[in-house]
């Protein structure tokens, strides 16, 4: 049975639509120790996990089918939904590490961590209280991994400006046959 969008799930997802942070007040399970470290404001990624972020992201996980292989919500592959584009992210690292860790339900992102709307850690939210509405499950990540992603995309997408073919190039390579496709900006 499909459920109708509820009052509280409107405020969940509204903020992604609108594209920006209306999320005060959400629980996020953030005591369990499964935000990114230093998140608060001035956030400088860890370099190792941007490493295992950026191996992660062009190896591992399908963030690319729906979000781009530059991050820009234009998926590789055109069949796919479009993502969030993590260029013009308006979410903190805490709150971006949520949205890989529970999915965004209604907006079609899955959830990545195994135990997500088991307990409340998503959004204040059990599987049974979100009902038709729970997103799908992806892939397994652990803590690391998800603050690993979330290390990457802070240091290659957000505030970044639009894709252009030197970062394309620094990202995949000189070899990457897709690097034309961007402006060059030098």
Same mark, same amino acid.
């Given at each position: ?86 260029? &013009? =992210? ?5 709150? !971006?590490?949520? /949205? ?5 339900? $209604?907006?079609?992102? @899955? ?28 892939? &397994? =990540? ?5 603050? !690993?992603?979330? /290390? ?5 997408? $957000?505030?970044?400006? @639009? ?24």
């Amino acid at each position: 049975m499909k459920r109708k969008l509820t009052h509280r799930m409107f405020w969940l997802v509204a903020p992604l639509v609108a594209g920006t942070v209306l999320l005060g007040g959400i629980e996020s399970g953030h005591g369990q120790g499964a935000g990114p470290p230093n998140a608060g404001p001035g956030y400088t990624p860890d370099p190792q996990l941007v490493e295992l972020g950026t191996r992660m992201f062009k190896e591992q996980t399908p963030c690319r089918d729906c979000h781009g292989l530059m991050g820009d919500g234009v998926p590789d592959d055109p069949r796919m939904p479009r993502g969030a584009n993590f260029r &013009n =992210l308006q979410l903190t690292p805490d709150l !971006a590490a949520e /949205a890989i860790r529970c999915g965004r339900p $209604v907006l079609g992102m @899955p959830y990545f961590d195994r135990f997500s709307y088991t307990d409340k850690r998503c959004y204040g939210m059990t599987a049974e209280e979100i009902g038709a509405e729970i997103p799908d499950e992806g892939m &397994n =990540l652990t803590a690391r991994q998800v603050n !690993a992603l979330v /290390a990457f995309l802070f240091a290659t997408f $957000v505030g970044k400006g @639009p894709p252009s073919f030197e970062q394309c190039v620094a990202l995949w390579g000189e070899a990457a046959t897709t690097c034309p496709r961007f402006p060059k900006r030098n």
